[in-house]
């Protein structure tokens, strides 16, 4: 863990890259992400819990639209985010590479040890891992929606003066 200051601390707009190996910790942490496929001829997104796995995202699903986008020629994404409410700390792990489903049979076996459970009920007996060809992260801090500026701001200020 890093003894750094928290983004923000001082300068409350500066982001924070995250290295791999943070990027990976935080992955770790939360369950929950968005699976960015391309579906046809447009983007889709999915939302899809997730194991981490050696340096691979493992996520269990069943026959369908996201399983035949995911695991076909085209490369994946999947976001996750999260942040402190104490803090106001924010943080967001992108993951791209290819999906592929998971069929050797030691593979799946030691893949069901990873106790991956679907949050939604029904058949999901596909297994699928997501191995990353790039892993960003950053860390911010959340602007107050009082601070927040926008184009309108400038186009109010002058209405007055």
């Known amino acids: 863990m890093s003894t750094d200051p928290k983004p923000g601390a001082e300068h409350p707009h500066e982001v924070e890259n995250l290295d791999n190996h943070e990027c990976w910790r935080l992955l770790r942490s939360v369950s929950v992400g968005r699976l960015a496929v391309w579906v046809e001829d447009h983007p889709d997104i999915f939302p899809i819990n997730y194991k981490v796995d050696h340096g691979t995202l493992v996520f269990r699903t069943a026959d369908g639209t996201k399983l035949q986008a995911a695991t076909g020629d085209t490369p994946v994404a999947v976001e996750a985010d999260g942040v402190d409410a104490d803090s106001g700390v ?50 911010f801090k959340v602007t107050p929606p009082l601070t927040w500026w926008t184009p309108l701001d400038d186009a109010t200020r002058s209405g007055y003066e």
Do not use: Y
């Open 90 to 139: 924010a943080w967001s792990v992108v993951i791209k590479g290819q999906a592929a489903p998971v069929k050797n049979q030691q593979e799946v076996l030691d893949t069901v040890g990873l106790l991956l459970f679907p949050w939604q009920a029904g058949k999901k007996e596909h297994f699928v891992r997501i191995t990353p060809d790039v892993v960003t992260g950053r860390r």
